[in-house]
């Protein structure tokens, strides 16, 4: 039945991606860590995994492009960006307890909530 989950979950990840430009912060890695009961830091690992073959592939960034809504320049310096800041990122991850992780993660979620509510 988990693996049923986590298909659904990559599911519902995707379409929240190719709504938003999101997925797997605010879907797949919560998703990971209370359907799956995977460790935080298993979860983000996972989902950046995860998110390798689509993504690379371009197949939700595809329809955007088709509609000329894409903007190709900030696309590339931003997978730059994510690149460098990723490896960081997963550095500090590491540097983390499970229990700390989890909650900057649900701090970060709960201020970008707050601001787009507030704008």
Not at 59 to 76: C, P, T
Not at 93 to 119: C, E, N, P, Q
């Amino acid at each position: 039945m988990t693996w049923v989950l986590v298909g659904l979950l990559g599911v519902l990840g995707g379409v929240v991606s190719g709504l938003f430009g999101v997925g797997g912060a605010i879907v797949i890695v919560p998703g990971l860590v209370l359907l799956a009961k995977l460790p935080q830091h298993t979860a983000h690992g996972t989902s950046l995994a995860a998110l390798v073959v689509p993504v690379g592939i371009f197949l939700g960034a595809m329809q955007y492009y088709k509609r000329d809504q894409v903007h190709l320049g900030y696309a590339v310096a931003i997978a730059v960006g994510l690149m460098i800041g990723a490896y960081f990122g997963a550095r500090l991850a590491g540097s983390m307890s499970d229990v700390m992780l989890r909650r900057v993660f649900g701090a970060f979620l709960l201020l970008i909530s707050v601001k787009l509510l507030a704008s």
